[in-house]
């Protein structure tokens, strides 16, 4: 009769969650494709209708051929910082001074998590608010009600019940695995040792089974990825159908310090979920390769998709406010409050100190970009 040990239990339980997290990438892919379909269709004006709310820009400040050429190095450009920012921590086991237990890399942690939190309060949230109040759209029901703090709101619970009920999923899951082995490896024993007359100690399984801790990174580092990813095509779009150099300049500068840095978060959650090599590669793909679509889908719907398009701007409103709500709550929640509550931090006032002072200034830095971003 065949044996089952507990590396049998660990590699079912890691494939499980590989396979849910497989699901979550194809699911989102297939969202993000019919996003594209949406704003394809809405953002195309009635042939001789012209949108009047706000003005084409010209001279200086409107010229097609440089504005295609800029938009050419933004998406190398940012294509290329996005990896690097992701993928540095990845790297960071080889150094020992930013090994995840060690002191700088909780500074460097909360660094990256006061860039996330500015992206959520200081870029996506406005940007919603412009979309939703925008002179495009009629007063009644768009400047009647505060649309966009409300799906924020909403967002922010709805992320609430995904980390409540993924934990719930993932602890269930594991318990059975637990127990299902516990059985198996009794009923081996109990055949070995009617057979041999000898019986095998069952030794604890527990240690090999993910922790709670690390299905908790592996739900944060899901969740985080999905809110950076939305908001990184919408704001890819944006670049992309632009022809305006005098914003496309600023705004590539902007964006790779933004890319940068908040790669550098996500991928310190991707380090401390302890992914394999695949799942690991699949996350750093699509943060690495989100905005650098959305400027190919702009520049492609350039010539028929309007930003001024009442459709257009209600879906582009709503997203950046679910996503807002989604930031938020993950920088507070998951990322700072688990830091500064967590014992590497209590243990220190010092660390405490340091750790304030790296999140003031990411979200400092984050927030002087919002002049051109």
Known sequence: MPKFSPQDSKHSSNQAIAMATSRTSHIFFISLLLLSFILQTSGITEIGTPVPCVPVATGDCYNKPEAQNL?????????????????????????????????????VRAFASGVILATGYMHV????????????????????????????????????????????FYNKYNRT????????????????CKSTGHYHAIGTIDDEEPSEQLSRNRIVAQVLELGIVVHSVVIGLSLGASQNPCTIKPLVAALCFHQLFEGMGLGGCILQAE?????????????STTTPFGIGLGIGLSNVYSDNSPTALIVVGLLNACSAGLLNYMALVDLLAADFLGPKLQSSVKLQLLAYLAVLLGAGGMSVMAKWA
């Not at 002179?135 to 009647?144: E, S």
């Open 177 to 192: 695995k637990r127990v299902e082995t516990s059985k198996r490896i009794i009923d081996s024993d109990d055949s070995s």
């Open 275 to 287: 992914y394999g090599n695949k799942m690991k590669a699949i996350m750093v793909f699509f943060f």
């Open 71 to 107: 938009k050419i190095i933004a998406f190398i450009a940012i294509l290329i910082t996005s990896m690097i920012g992701v993928s540095l921590p990845l790297f960071s086991r080889s150094v020992p001074a930013l090994q995840p237990d060690q002191d700088l890399f909780v500074l």
């Open 125 to 168: 949230l406005p940007d919603s608010f412009d979309c939703l109040r925008s002179p495009c759209l009629p007063d009644n029901p768009w400047k009647k009600f505060p649309f966009t703090t409300f799906v924020a709101m909403i967002s922010a619970v709805v992320t609430l019940m995904i980390d409540s009920f993924a934990m719930s």
